[in-house]
T-cell receptor, first 116, second 116 residues
Framework: DAMVIQNPRYQVTQFGKPVTLSCSQT?????MYWYQQKSSQAPKLLFH???????NEADTPDNFQSRRPNTSFCFLDIRSPGLGDAAMYLC???????????????FGQGTRLTVV | AQKITQTQPGMFVQEKEAVTLDCTYD???????LFWYKQPSSGEMIFLIY??????QNATEGRYSLNFQKARKSANLVISASQLGDSAMYFC?????????????FGSGTRLQVQP
């Protein structure tokens, strides 16, 4: 059974048209991450939520925003997609405590975004 | 400086043979965790194996084992008895520091192709 679900699997959007990608989880994990993965590259962290605490990476463009209305859901908003934003977007979750080290991240299947 | 380095962009292995995928890392934090993930062409990231910096023994999970050489800062993945279904991208990743609030940092990956 899927535990981290991303919708849609494939998204085509027009240049400059806002788009939202969604992620839901049934694991009740307190941390949710968004990664961007371009072709044949490593996943790159955009931001993450530790509970309701939002943590943005320093080099994440302002064009990317995120919302986490509750524990189960997290959204990635791209305000004005450019051609360079075409990528796979991966959502992941972890259950993280004060001393845990070995908690792996559980990933969704990703949303492949095409910008035309 | 790169925190995770995977020097093999692509590897070939014959079915039923063993293969080693290389990973070196860089950190000054005494507490860290090392992870290997498999990414098939479908896109999801599948957790394979974990090694903690304080673990005395090398981690093993079924056909996967991690050759952890702390002094060399290497954490190579060994897949024994390769199967056709092992063909995928493999990513080495690291989480630094206790508490686990920091996200996983990924290497650039190795594409493994298992030949019949």
């Amino acid at each position: 059974d899927a535990m981290v679900i991303q919708n849609p699997r494939y998204q085509v959007t027009q240049f400059g048209k806002p788009v939202t990608l969604s992620c839901s989880q049934t694991l009740n994990h307190n941390v949710m991450y968004w990664y961007q993965q371009k072709s044949s590259q490593a996943p790159k962290l955009l931001f993450h939520y530790y509970d309701k605490d939002f943590n943005n990476e320093a080099d994440t463009p302002d064009n990317f925003q995120s919302r986490r209305p509750n524990t189960s859901f997290c959204f990635l908003d791209i305000r004005s997609p450019g051609l360079g934003d075409a990528a796979m977007y991966l959502c992941a979750t972890s259950s993280v405590g004060l001393v845990t080290m070995n908690t792996e991240a559980f990933f969704g299947q990703g949303t492949r975004l095409t910008v035309v | 400086a790169q925190k995770i380095t995977q020097t093999q962009p692509g590897m070939f292995v014959q079915e039923k043979e063993a293969v080693t995928l290389d990973c070196t890392y860089d950190t000054s934090d005494p507490s860290y965790g090392l992870f290997w993930y498999k990414q098939p062409s479908s896109g999801e990231m599948i957790f394979l194996i974990y090694q903690g910096s304080y673990d005395q023994q090398n981690a093993t999970e079924g056909r996967y084992s991690l050759n952890f050489q702390k002094a060399r800062k290497s954490a190579n993945l060994v897949i024994s008895a390769s199967q056709l279904g092992d063909s995928a991208m493999y990513f080495c990743a690291m989480r630094e520091g206790r508490g686990g609030r920091r996200a996983l940092t990924f290497g650039s990956g190795t594409r493994l192709q298992v030949q019949p």
